[in-house]
């Protein structure tokens, strides 16, 4: 009994040492494919990475083509403001030279055949009423009865009559 033993025990431990083999071996197959999985996915992480980097390069680069794109928009509109300002201020000079006092006259007395009125068209109107601001209270027109009966007025009445007289005579 003892041979059976030994050959029970003999096919026990190569048994066990084959079955050891083969899981050691199984073990380190998957250890294998996780090194191979771990690889591949720090390969594609890694060109993810860089996919991202350039993307977001061209990004930039497109933006700041779109911005000095604008700048030199507005620069030629600031150009533009400018020219149409110019000519602006030649058009006003241009109304106003013809609109000139002179201009005007000339253009009356040549053109439209006006002349300047004869001593004896012109007709002068004298008025008794004199009429004078009230400065004083809410700068009301006062005439001659106003200026009479407010005693502040008088006052002023020299004044303010010498001023009108002036400007009416």
């Known amino acids: 009994m003892s041979t059976i033993n030994n050959y029970a025990t003999y096919n026990y431990d190569e048994m066990m040492h084959k079955d050891i083999v083969y899981k ?16 591949i996915i720090n390969r594609l992480f890694a060109a993810l990475m860089i996919i991202m980097v350039f993307g977001s390069m061209a990004y930039l680069l497109i933006r700041y083509a779109e911005i000095n794109e604008i700048k030199y928009k507005n620069f030629e509109l600031k150009q533009e403001i400018e020219s149409i300002s110019i000519q602006v201020e030649e058009l006003k000079y241009r109304i106003d030279s013809t609109m000139s006092l002179n201009n005007i ?58 001023i009108i007289d002036w400007f009416w005579n």
């Open 24 to 39: 050691s071996k199984k073990i380190n197959d998957k250890n294998e494919i996780k090194k191979i999985k771990a690889s």
């Open 105 to 162: 006259e000339n253009y009356a007395v040549n053109k439209l055949g006006m002349q300047y009125p004869q001593d004896y068209q012109i007709v002068y109107i004298e008025t008794q009423t004199k009429y004078a601001l009230n400065i004083e209270k809410s700068g009301e027109v006062l005439d001659n009865d106003s200026i009479a009966i407010n005693g502040s007025a008088t006052e002023e009445k020299s004044f303010v009559a010498s």
